[in-house]
């Protein structure tokens, strides 16, 4: 028996979102006047709520499903992006002192917001239900008793109310926070343009954070080494490296009109991603240059950001260039069964309901025989379905194809299919088998010509 669940009325969204943005604007235009203490003193609460009430207002509107209305959203993330990229800009003016730009900006946010969000109270209201039933009727005639309309059969008013109200009770999945690497690699440009494409179609915010080098034991409470001391001179610049990096990052991502940050971190580079990308959705590395990547280390640093990070990790490819229309255009879903691909098809919803082909490729072999490839398209499919992905279904043998190499059947079918990205679950065996005898983890992780989405 499907449980009951008693439909959002769209009234209240519209209400809400209303009532919000009024709220929003009497807060903006009386900052906009305060005196300059307490202007200081609340610009950073007023960005946090400006922010927080775009990404609201986008999650509505994603979630009406109304044809007009998702057309008009990834515009309007776009928009949302310069507003916030405008004020995250302007939040280090103001902690200098410096107030003239900022006010500017408050003080015509005001007229911007009511124009920037016309086509949401125009698209919403379109997914209001009509008003069924006579028309409503005034002193005697309202007081005589009319007949009971006939009531429709039950199976007929439960898809009525399905198809009236089709607001999900689950929020959509989204990036909202990606982490990128900086560093003064010859490969950092591609891989923070990647990222900064994808902050800006998702309208998330971008991190761009460049450690230093050494271990955070050294420096727990960050770096600060008083000038013209031993230990200044040792580590003064392997600081202004990371500075120099950050600046390159800060560079791209302006360029791009994304929200960004920066973080310089007194911390090894792979152990200090790792801990960052707890507060991240997405965490966004380079692929393994042998040329440039320390010798002495058992694990490479998207190995060890993979194994040792909460979230899921896109790896770029050496010597990619990223398209202006960004990447996951064609994505290709590796599926074997286990909880990794699991985890892969989950973490990665937010780039399937974005890509114009999604394929899921199954490779029949000892670990997922053939039988239970057939078994399990029809719960996967449905799974993606709910989500609103659109997904076809590849099998293929890779012993008799491939001679059981799962790495490179993979990279193979990736290439036949055209795909721009692969996503797949990764170190499913024991770490200690796939780093000494590989795996394909491995071979993606080397060989991948094309950006891969890695969870763990």
Same mark, same amino acid.
């Given at each position: 028996?499907?449980?009951?669940?008693?439909?959002?009325?769209?009234?209240?969204?519209?209400?809400?979102?209303?009532?919000?943005?009024?709220?929003?604007?009497?807060?903006?235009?009386?900052?906009?006047?305060?005196?300059?203490?307490?202007?200081?003193?609340?610009?950073?609460?007023?960005?946090?709520?400006?922010?927080?009430?775009?990404?609201?207002?986008?999650?509505?509107?994603?979630?009406?499903?109304?044809?007009?209305?998702?057309?008009?959203?990834?515009?309007?993330?776009?928009?949302?992006?310069?507003?916030?990229?405008?004020?995250?800009?302007?939040?280090?003016?103001?902690?200098? #002192?410096?107030?003239?730009? &900022?006010?500017?900006?408050?003080? =015509?946010?005001?007229?911007? @917001?009511? !124009?920037? %969000?016309?086509? /949401?109270?125009?698209?919403?209201?379109?997914?209001?239900?009509?008003?069924?039933?006579?028309?409503?009727?005034?002193?005697?005639?309202?007081?005589?008793?009319?007949?009971?309309?006939?009531?429709?059969?039950?199976?007929?008013?439960?898809?009525?109310?399905?198809?009236?109200?089709?607001?999900?009770?689950?929020?959509?999945?989204?990036?909202?926070?990606?982490?990128?690497?900086?560093?003064?690699?010859?490969?950092?440009?591609?891989?923070?343009?990647?990222?900064?494409?994808?902050?800006?179609?998702?309208?998330?915010?971008?991190?761009?954070?460049?450690?230093?080098?050494?271990?955070?034991?050294?420096?727990?409470?960050?770096?600060?080494?008083?000038? #013209?001391?031993?230990?200044? &001179?040792?580590?003064?610049?392997? =600081?202004?490296?990371?500075? @120099?990096? !950050?600046? %390159?990052?800060? /560079?791209?991502?302006?360029?791009?009109?994304?929200?960004?940050?920066?973080?310089?971190?007194?911390?090894?580079?792979?152990?200090?991603?790792?801990?960052?990308?707890?507060?991240?959705?997405?965490?966004?590395?380079?692929?393994?240059?042998?040329?440039?990547?320390?010798?002495?280390?058992?694990?490479?640093?998207?190995?060890?950001?993979?194994?040792?990070?909460?979230?899921?990790?896109?790896?770029?490819?050496?010597?990619?260039?990223?398209?202006?229309?960004?990447?996951?255009?064609?994505?290709?879903?590796?599926?074997?069964?286990?909880?990794?691909?699991?985890?892969?098809?989950?973490?990665?919803?937010?780039?399937?309901?974005?890509?114009?082909?999604?394929?899921?490729?199954?490779?029949?072999?000892?670990?997922?025989? =053939?039988?239970?490839?057939?078994?399990?398209?029809?719960?996967?499919?449905?799974?993606?379905?709910?989500?609103?992905?659109?997904?076809?279904?590849?099998?293929?043998?890779?012993?008799?194809?491939?001679?059981?190499?799962?790495?490179?059947?993979?990279?193979?079918?990736?290439?036949?299919?055209?795909?721009?990205?692969?996503?797949?679950?990764?170190?499913?065996?024991?770490?200690?088998?796939?780093?000494?005898?590989?795996?394909?983890?491995?071979?993606?992780?080397?060989?991948?010509?094309?950006?891969?989405?890695?969870?763990?």
């Amino acid at each position: 028996m499907t449980p009951h669940r008693p439909p959002i009325q769209p009234p209240a969204y519209t209400a809400a979102l209303r009532h919000a943005r009024r709220q929003l604007c009497l807060h903006l235009s009386r900052t906009a006047g305060a005196p300059d203490e307490r202007f200081a003193r609340d610009y950073a609460d007023i960005v946090a709520e400006v922010e927080a009430h775009l990404r609201h207002e986008e999650t509505v509107m994603e979630a009406c499903r109304v044809k007009r209305v998702e057309e008009r959203v990834h515009e309007q993330r776009q928009e949302n992006a310069a507003i916030l990229s405008a004020l995250h800009h302007t939040l280090p003016q103001v902690e200098r #002192g410096r107030f003239e730009t &900022a006010r500017q900006l408050v003080a =015509a946010l005001t007229d911007i @917001l009511s !124009l920037h %969000r016309i086509s /949401a109270d125009l698209a919403l209201p379109h997914r209001l239900p009509a008003p069924s039933g006579p028309p409503r009727m005034r002193g005697r005639a309202a007081r005589t008793p009319r007949p009971a309309p006939p009531r429709p059969p039950r199976r007929a008013r439960e898809r009525s109310e399905s198809e009236r109200f089709a607001f999900p009770m689950e929020v959509p999945m989204s990036l909202q926070s990606i982490l990128v690497h900086a560093d003064l690699s010859r490969h950092a440009p591609a891989r923070i343009h990647a990222a900064a494409l994808l902050a800006r179609e998702h309208g998330a915010h971008l991190l761009g954070a460049a450690m230093m080098g050494v271990s955070r034991a050294i420096f727990p409470d960050g770096y600060q080494e008083r000038p #013209g001391s031993l230990s200044a &001179a040792c580590f003064d610049p392997l =600081a202004e490296n990371a500075r @120099l990096a !950050l600046e %390159r990052f800060e /560079a791209i991502a302006s360029a791009r009109g994304v929200p960004y940050d920066t973080r310089l971190v007194p911390d090894d580079a792979d152990d200090g991603l790792a801990m960052l990308s707890r507060f991240a959705d997405l965490v966004v590395v380079s692929q393994d240059d042998p040329d440039e990547s320390v010798s002495d280390r058992v694990l490479r640093m998207p190995d060890y950001v993979i194994l040792n990070s909460p979230r899921p990790v896109l790896v770029i490819p050496r010597g990619a260039a990223m398209p202006e229309a960004g990447l996951g255009r064609r994505i290709m879903l590796a599926w074997d069964g286990s909880r990794e691909a699991a985890a892969a098809m989950g973490a990665s919803v937010p780039l399937l309901r974005r890509a114009d082909a999604v394929t899921v490729a199954m490779l029949s072999g000892p670990a997922l025989p =053939a039988d239970d490839c057939a078994a399990q398209q029809d719960e996967l499919l449905g799974f993606l379905g709910r989500h609103r992905v659109r997904a076809d279904v590849l099998v293929r043998d890779c012993v008799a194809g491939y001679g059981g190499d799962t790495g490179h059947a993979l990279l193979s079918v990736a290439d036949e299919l055209g795909a721009d990205l692969l996503v797949m679950g990764c170190y499913g065996h024991s770490r200690l088998r796939e780093l000494c005898l590989g795996g394909a983890s491995r071979t993606v992780l080397a060989e991948a010509r094309i950006p891969a989405l890695l969870v763990h």
